[in-house]
């Protein structure tokens, strides 16, 4: 639920936290959620705390690596101001409204992409195979702190700098200079990869690739916060090496799925390129509907210099996809 107010008395004994769904106050007792100059908070709380309520209630700052944590002010800003210049620790946390409800398409706190992914192990991992014999599956990222070889988060943020360089699909310019912060975009909610089960060739016919190699990457979140959450969006990679072999199908097919089963109404991207034309192909075909144009949209590479490119919006009622649906 959307928290609307935030009062917090005199005495700090209590926490008021109000749901304009229920109109109930949420009571969070400060013997045993909050204490205040009685120990010291990680950052992750604070940041956790933070997230539990819409930006404009809570300001944090400065928060970084190099910032120890007993310097850390917080401060309620609306509607009213506390600072406090003592250290608010924070030792346990427990709210009732998700705190990833708030996430937008383009921000995050960072996760490991497995949000409710108990509703999908029914299908997840997905295996099948490839146009040309390659068997490959659709799971969630592998995490391996103590390898980075093995861990498929450094694979996952490679190809999206990847794209962002190439510069004609997505509309970010600055590349991800940490793990931390591609996660925080790409891993707030669900998200997959597309892993090779066996070695083979990549679409050129020319270079192998081995098992276990990411062909391709894609998540699935909420497009915009609060009451239109259950509008979902999706971001899709195929490593250049492996397009054409049917990688961006396998995803789109996934997607559709997935997002229905965990709880999506309807789907909506909000920039597919014109110049994009094995996109834009795709999600039609897979029934997608034109819904919007916008003109005059992107400054994509490989346009003229003054060319601006147009994004399309495309939609997906998931209400209506058949329950039995996975086309392969």
């Given at each position: ?45 604070l ?7 819409r ?44 705190r ?25 991992p ?45 509309p ?92 999506y109404?309807?789907?909506?991207f ?12 795709l ?8 819904v919007?144009t ?35």
């Open positions: 639920s959307t928290l609307n107010h935030f009062s917090h008395n005199t005495n700090h004994s209590m926490i008021l936290l109000r749901s304009s769904k229920v109109h109930q106050p949420l009571q969070l007792r400060a013997r045993q959620y909050v204490n205040v100059a009685t120990s010291m908070p990680t950052v992750a709380q940041h956790h705390f933070a997230q539990i309520l930006p404009e209630h809570v300001a944090m700052g400065p928060v970084s690596p190099q910032v120890k944590p007993e310097s850390v002010i917080m401060s309620m800003v609306h509607p009213f101001t506390m600072t406090t210049s003592t250290t608010a620790a924070i030792s346990k946390i427990k709210c009732t409204a998700p990833r409800s708030f996430t937008t398409a383009y921000q995050g706190t960072p996760g490991d992409g497995k949000h409710n992914h108990r509703l999908l192990t029914h299908i997840i997905h295996k099948t195979t490839l146009k040309d014999g390659r068997h490959v599956e659709v799971d969630f990222f592998r995490h391996s702190p103590t390898d980075t070889e093995e861990d498929e988060y450094f694979a996952g943020m490679a190809l999206m700098n990847l794209v962002i360089r190439e510069g004609r699909s997505w970010f310019e600055e590349e991800f200079t940490s793990v931390e912060d591609w996660s925080g975009y790409f891993l707030s909610h669900t998200a997959f990869v597309v892993r090779a089960l066996d070695n083979g060739m990549d679409a050129a016919r020319r270079n192998s690739s081995s098992q276990g190699e990411i062909l391709g990457c894609f998540y699935i979140k909420p497009n915009f916060p609060g009451r239109c959450s259950h509008v979902c969006n999706g971001g899709f990679i195929t490593a250049p090496r492996f397009r054409g072999l049917g990688v961006g199908r396998l995803m789109g097919n996934v997607f559709l799925r997935a997002a229905r089963d965990l709880g109404k309807s789907s909506y909000n920039l597919v390129f014109k110049s994009n034309h094995g996109s834009v192909y999600w039609e075909s897979l029934g997608f509907q034109r919007a916008l003109e005059n949209a992107a400054r994509l590479e490989g346009l003229g210099e003054d060319e601006l490119d147009t994004a399309y919006g495309y939609r997906y009622d998931l209400e209506k996809l058949p329950e039995d649906y996975l086309v392969l």
